[in-house]
């Protein structure tokens, strides 16, 4: 009964989503005032009747109501409550369901907060949602409908893909989907400008928060994706560039050059046709990775079921939609008048350059995922394109961004003087050089490790250097104090940011430079030896837990002849679905992950093959990415993204 | 400026220079990570459990062992897989557009950038210019003030 | 002229299209790999006779008067019991000589399969470690490939070999080289 009233709703969202995109255009088209306002309640109806389907949803999988077809092919009675939950968008239907709630959340949270914006930006980009919606929703009812019963439900669920059943991947898609329907936003606030016919700087100031809002989840979403892949695969890597995992960085990189390219177009009032295709093309890869995964055009692991005729729906949304977006964007926007000059050696050129770099980036990583696809189209022959194409292409790529990354804040806008600022540049060029080559030189490193090395300090001491001047380092504490209060959080956040992928950079190129492993078959009692670690396979047992059953390994390590801990790397068995997976055992600290994994029993002479993995800085991949989302949230919470939504007399206070 | 330059080249030769040696071991690691395992797609060999990628090992090192070099193996199995078998794509005239993409973006961006600068310029160097009106306009404002 | 420029993002994105398009109709699935030793000669391979039947030398198999097949299969493959039935029918119906080799088994093992399931291999050559069909490109078994007279590899089959498969591919091919 409750799956039949979510079902129903679904289908009622689908018709306020209707009215949602086509009153508020008519209203904008006739003027009509009414029509126009009409918008903020489709989108809080849509939202609430969607969100109680959802829910219905929810109740069928927590309480493993198994005459729902969804629940039966993808949940158990034993999995673990956050598990059944996490089922719900384990799946193409579910994670479609979830994909539609957070899409009409966003359209609801521009109704509320865009109270103070023009009635006619606010109609159309509600109504452009609202197309969005509808879209979605009708897909989802008519190919892929998650409320679909079966009339002899079977005792039992057919289980699931243990894989599956982690924490760090159950989350994983939300907040990787919060990223990408993020983007919608600002792909209809684009196609909203397109129509009106006018982008001007309060435009930018208004969109870039939501711009914001989606790069920041979608770091996340990405971030948990790996530490997930970290932690569970059991080879110490983090990113493969699969077909899918591309699909997500794509969008990513798009949206770093999109924020980074509206700074621009607020100050000067230009590049503002290159921030709209920037938003559309965000977008679009959104809705190109949505493809990838679904319509099994691309070997990947990560694809749900492939189902070519969910494809062709989605090729339709794309060509709806990415197409509808370029085609307009060619048609109006070179009337869009341009603001103010600047010279190319400014703070508004670095931009620039940032914006050529990752641009380029971005299309380089769509080539290379995609040209198994063209030869295959033109020659029948398959080729594959794996990580030693992306990696030889994509980091001489970024090698310049980063060079400029360190000084670029430094630079004036509109004119730099770049002589002013040799003295400065030189000392940190000098700084870093020599830190990383005492490094490079007492641990033996490759001209890699150097190059990788001497990105990260120069990004990290140029950024360093930037704020404490900014700051006033050096003057008195006074100064020094009311500068850091007074400073705007939006340059915290630069400054976080950029940090962080100093130590991104850094933690990369250390943990895959100078790791260590050791692939061994070893009996009881034997002794690995790795870096100054000593770990001692000292017992093996069985267990089990709630859906499956394991061989437990116990080391205990030591360093300095001093046991520091235990690691139990596991080799669980799922019954249900004859799977058997490897859980890794990971000792972590700021310096280093000692990761052990339990291979196969050599059933012949008891000998259990064993890997042995030491990483140094591992750890700082993560510290890296978790400052640039601490940038992005100093960044939002700025005073200036509140200007516009909120009233004159709040700010003032 | 260009002290530093020399600095960077020099020490970043110099290291290449002491690079380590490098030995068979590793050179068949290398190769397992460089091959996709054809049964479980998404993985390299050397990653793979199956047993097609357990043979493939040993076929490698076997070859190694010969005496065989890094390429010679690969082009022996690209002879009975395939392309499809190698991460890296090779560089031969098919893959020419692969190769040169991210050149070809950046050539691009850098052309459209200078577009960027150069009419922008144009269109300033334009709009500097007062028209007759205007000139007339600034003319009264200007004699007005004088009175 | 300038305005042109605009219209390159939707271009490029019109082809992309299109591209989809016609990779979402294609039958093959993604993960198939073409043999690339289609229309070259049979490599060299060194079996071992399996005790109790037939075998032939390479070079007496590439010098073969009619086109054959190559089976690839072994006792605890599953899909091998699949296409076994099917095998016979092309063996002892249609007549088509079919040289299987028995990969990564035990002899015994294989033994029992066929004298249980019936023998419709001519002739049979042993690949105790697996080693030797990778000169053929072999990466998932059942494999069957078409051999004609001169010795030519001239069509792959991946996976078991169902009645779709026998009357609409193998057949159809063999008929064809015999003229």
């Given at each position: 009964m409750i799956t039949e009233f979510g079902h129903f709703l679904l289908a009622l969202s689908l018709s306020i989503s209707l009215i949602q995109f086509l009153i508020p255009a008519i209203g904008v088209k006739i003027n009509s005032i009414n029509m126009m306002k009409t918008s903020s309640l489709s989108a809080y109806l849509s939202f609430i009747f969607v969100l109680i389907s959802f829910l219905a949803l929810l109740w069928a999988y927590i309480t493993s109501d198994f005459s729902v077809s969804l629940v039966a092919k993808n949940s158990h009675s034993l999995k673990p409550l956050i598990y059944k939950i996490s089922g719900l968008w384990g799946n193409h239907e579910g994670s479609l369901l979830l994909w539609i709630l957070i899409l009409t959340f966003y359209s609801a949270t521009i109704a509320y907060l865009g109270k103070r914006l023009p009635l006619k930006l606010v109609s159309l980009v509600l109504s452009i949602q609202g197309l969005i919606a509808v879209a979605f929703i009708s897909f989802i009812l008519f190919t892929s409908n998650p409320f679909i019963r079966v009339f002899y439900p079977n005792i039992e669920g057919e289980g699931f893909n243990p894989i599956l059943q982690d924490f760090g991947l159950a989350i994983h898609p939300p907040f990787l989907y919060l990223g990408y329907v993020g983007l919608s936003v600002s792909f209809s606030f684009s196609i909203a400008a397109l129509l009106i016919g006018r982008v001007d700087t309060l435009w930018v100031k208004w969109v870039r928060p939501w711009t914001l809002i989606a790069w920041i989840f979608l770091t996340i979403g990405i971030a948990l994706g790996s530490w997930w892949a970290y932690r569970e695969l059991g080879w110490g890597g983090w990113w493969f560039w699969d077909p899918v995992e591309n699909a997500s960085f794509m969008p990513w990189l798009a949206t770093t050059a999109l924020l980074h390219s509206s700074i621009v177009a607020e100050k000067r009032d230009t590049l503002k046709a290159w921030t709209i295709l920037l938003a559309i093309v965000a977008f679009s890869f959104s809705l190109l990775g949505t493809f990838i995964v679904r319509s099994g055009v691309l070997i990947s692991v990560h694809s749900f079921a492939a189902d070519p005729s969910r494809g062709l729906y989605i090729l339709l949304l794309l060509f709806l939609f990415t197409g509808g977006a370029l085609f307009l964007f060619a048609k109006k926007s070179p009337d869009l008048k341009s603001g103010s000059l600047f010279q190319p050696i400014s703070r508004e050129g670095a931009l620039i350059i940032n914006n050529i770099i990752f641009s380029s980036a971005a299309a380089t990583v769509l080539v290379g995922t995609l040209y198994p696809l063209f030869i295959d189209a033109l020659s029948n022959s398959k080729v594959s394109v794996g990580p030693p194409y992306f990696e030889a292409v994509f980091i001489p790529l970024m090698v310049p961004a980063i060079l400029i990354c360190a000084f670029s804040p430094m630079l004036s806008w509109k004119r730099a003087v770049i002589s002013n600022l040799?003295?400065?540049?030189?000392?940190?060029?000098?700084?870093?050089?020599?830190?990383?080559?005492?490094?490079?030189?007492?641990?033996?490193?490759?001209?890699?490790?150097?190059?990788?090395?001497?990105?990260?300090?120069?990004?990290?001491?140029?950024?360093?250097?930037?704020?404490?001047?900014?700051?006033?380092?050096?003057?008195?504490?006074?100064?020094?104090?009311?500068?850091?209060?007074?400073?705007?959080?939006?340059?915290?956040?630069?400054?976080?940011?950029?940090?962080?992928?100093?130590?991104?950079?850094?933690?990369?190129?250390?943990?895959?430079?100078?790791?260590?492993?050791?692939?061994?078959?070893?009996?009881?009692?034997?002794?690995?030896?790795?870096?100054?670690?000593?770990?001692?396979?000292?017992?093996?047992?069985?267990?089990?837990?709630?859906?499956?059953?394991?061989?437990?390994?116990?080391?205990?390590?030591?360093?300095?002849?001093?046991?520091?801990?235990?690691?139990?790397?596991?080799?669980?068995?799922?019954?249900?679905?004859?799977?058997?997976?490897?859980?890794?055992?990971?000792?972590?600290?700021?310096?280093?992950?000692?990761?052990?994994?339990?291979?196969?029993?050599?059933?012949?002479?008891?000998?259990?093959?064993?890997?042995?993995?030491?990483?140094?800085?591992?750890?700082?991949?993560?510290f890296g990415i978790i400052l640039m989302v601490l940038g992005g949230i100093f960044s939002i919470s700025d005073r200036k993204h509140r200007l516009g939504y909120t009233s004159f007399k709040k700010l003032v206070k | 400026m260009y002290k530093c330059l020399l600095i960077f080249l020099v020490l970043f030769s110099s290291i290449s220079a002491i690079s380590k040696e490098k030995n068979d071991s590793l050179v068949a690691k290398e190769l397992f990570e460089e091959l996709r395992c054809l049964v479980c797609q998404n993985q390299s060999i050397s990653e793979s459990d199956a047993p097609l990628a357990k043979d493939l090992k040993l076929i490698i090192i076997e070859q190694l062992n010969e005496g065989k070099t890094k390429t010679e193996v690969k082009s022996f199995l690209v002879n009975k897989y395939g392309e499809f078998i190698l991460f890296k794509p090779t560089f031969s005239l098919k893959n020419i557009f692969l190769w040169m993409s991210p050149i070809i973006f950046l050539i691009f961006g850098i052309f459209l950038t200078?577009?960027?600068?150069?009419?922008?310029?144009?269109?300033?160097?334009?709009?500097?210019?007062l028209t007759a009106f205007e000139k007339r306009k600034l003319k009264s404002i200007l004699n007005k003030d004088v009175k | 002229m300038?305005?042109?420029?605009?219209?390159?993002?939707?271009?490029?994105?019109?082809?992309?299209?299109?591209?989809?398009?016609?990779?979402?109709?294609?039958?093959?699935?993604?993960?198939?790999?073409?043999?690339?030793?289609?229309?070259?000669?049979?490599?060299?391979?060194?079996?071992?006779?399996?005790?109790?039947?037939?075998?032939?030398?390479?070079?007496?198999?590439?010098?073969?008067?009619?086109?054959?097949?190559?089976?690839?299969?072994?006792?605890?493959?599953?899909?091998?019991?699949?296409?076994?039935?099917?095998?016979?029918?092309?063996?002892?119906?249609?007549?088509?000589?079919?040289?299987?080799?028995?990969?990564?088994?035990?002899?015994?093992?294989?033994?029992?399969?066929?004298?249980?399931?019936?023998?419709?291999?001519?002739?049979?050559?042993?690949?105790r470690k697996g080693k030797e069909v990778i000169n053929l490109g072999v990466y998932g078994i059942p494999e069957t490939f078409i051999i004609d007279s001169s010795g030519f590899i001239k069509y792959r089959h991946v996976g078991p070999i169902l009645e779709y498969d026998m009357l609409n591919v193998i057949l159809p091919i063999l008929k064809n080289l015999e003229e």
């Open positions: 040799y003295e400065r540049i030189i000392g940190i060029f000098i700084l870093s050089i020599l830190i990383t080559s005492i490094l490079v030189f007492l641990y033996d490193g490759s001209p890699t490790a150097f190059l990788g090395l001497f990105l990260g300090f120069w990004l990290m001491l140029g950024t360093i250097y930037e704020i404490a001047f900014k700051i006033g380092i050096g003057k008195k504490l006074e100064i020094m104090l009311s500068r850091s209060i007074n400073l705007p959080r939006s340059a915290y956040g630069m400054s976080l940011a950029h940090l962080g992928v100093a130590v991104f950079i850094i933690g990369v190129t250390v943990s895959s430079a100078w790791r260590e492993d050791i692939e061994k078959s070893i009996s009881l009692g034997d002794e690995i030896f790795i870096k100054n670690y000593k770990l001692i396979f000292s017992s093996y047992d069985k267990i089990q837990g709630p859906n499956w059953v394991a061989d437990k390994a116990t080391f205990f390590i030591f360093k300095n002849k001093i046991k520091i801990d235990s690691l139990y790397p596991e080799r669980r068995f799922f019954p249900a679905s004859q799977v058997t997976t490897s859980e890794p055992a990971i000792m972590s600290n700021v310096f280093s992950d000692l990761y052990v994994v339990l291979g196969e029993k050599n059933t012949e002479n008891n000998y259990y093959s064993i890997r042995v993995y030491y990483s140094p800085l591992l750890n700082w991949i993560w | 200078y577009r960027f600068y150069y009419f922008s310029s144009v269109n300033i160097q334009n709009s500097e210019k | 300038k305005k042109l420029y605009y219209y390159i993002p939707f271009i490029c994105f019109c082809f992309l299209l299109v591209f989809f398009l016609k990779q979402l109709f294609e039958e093959q699935s993604p993960s198939e790999l073409p043999s690339v030793l289609l229309n070259k000669k049979l490599p060299l391979i060194e079996l071992e006779k399996l005790e109790g039947y037939h075998f032939m030398s390479y070079e007496n198999l590439i010098f073969n008067d009619k086109p054959f097949l190559i089976n690839v299969w072994s006792s605890w493959c599953g899909p091998c019991k699949i296409e076994h039935d099917n095998l016979m029918k092309l063996s002892k119906t249609y007549k088509v000589p079919i040289f299987g080799i028995n990969y990564k088994d035990e002899i015994e093992n294989a033994k029992n399969f066929i004298e249980n399931y019936g023998n419709p291999f001519s002739i049979i050559g042993v690949d």
